[in-house]
């Protein structure tokens, strides 16, 4: 199965997850490629103000992972934006994760992935599974083990590409 996990990331939590998941989803057989959003800018305090300098075509892939940090208690403006202009995407299996630097998924992290999924579901994406990561947890490698065996898990039954 050919899967794009497209990536969201300033400081690198998010990436070092992706390519985590990537190298499961690699040796799980399925033809995974990493690819980030750039936004012109990081900071941009609405999805309105944000614009590409790289914005992932998702059409080459049979199945989507999108992973983005959370910002202000909430989705990032960046990944909204990216998943808001995404073209309709005729039942696509997909999965969404955060990283966070608080402990509490309810600290950002259950919002962002609401909104997220929401959006996907909007755009026809089967959102199948979600992961959170908490940075400043004592049981971050746990939970980043758990959430890589989770989304790697969703796409065991698509068989190999
Ligand atoms: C402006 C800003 C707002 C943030 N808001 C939150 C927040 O509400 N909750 C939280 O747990 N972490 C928050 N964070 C921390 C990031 O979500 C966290 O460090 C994340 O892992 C960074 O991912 P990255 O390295 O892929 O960019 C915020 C970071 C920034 C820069």
Redesign the pocket.
């Known amino acids: 199965m050919k899967i794009g996990l497209i990536i969201h990331?300033?400081?690198?939590?998010?990436?070092s997850v992706a390519e985590t998941l990537c190298q499961a989803l690699q040796e799980q057989g399925h033809d995974a490629t990493l690819e980030r959003i750039e936004a012109v800018d990081d900071a941009a305090a609405r999805p309105e103000q944000v614009s590409f300098k790289a914005c992932p075509d998702i059409r080459p892939y049979d199945a989507l992972i999108f992973g983005a940090?959370?910002?202000?208690?909430n989705i990032n403006p960046v990944i909204q934006a990216y998943l808001s202009q995404l073209p309709s995407a005729d039942a696509k299996p997909a999965a969404c994760f955060v990283?966070?630097?608080?402990k509490r998924p309810w600290?950002?992290g259950n919002r962002a992935l609401a909104r997220m999924g929401g959006i996907c579901q909007d755009k026809g994406l089967k959102v199948r599974g979600q992961a959170i990561v908490s940075?400043s947890s004592p049981q971050r490698d746990q939970q980043i083990e758990h959430g890589v065996s989770l989304i790697k898990a969703l796409f065991v039954s698509q068989g190999q590409p």
């Open positions: 990331t300033r400081t690198g939590h998010t990436w940090p959370v910002r202000g208690f990283t966070m630097h608080l600290m950002g940075w």
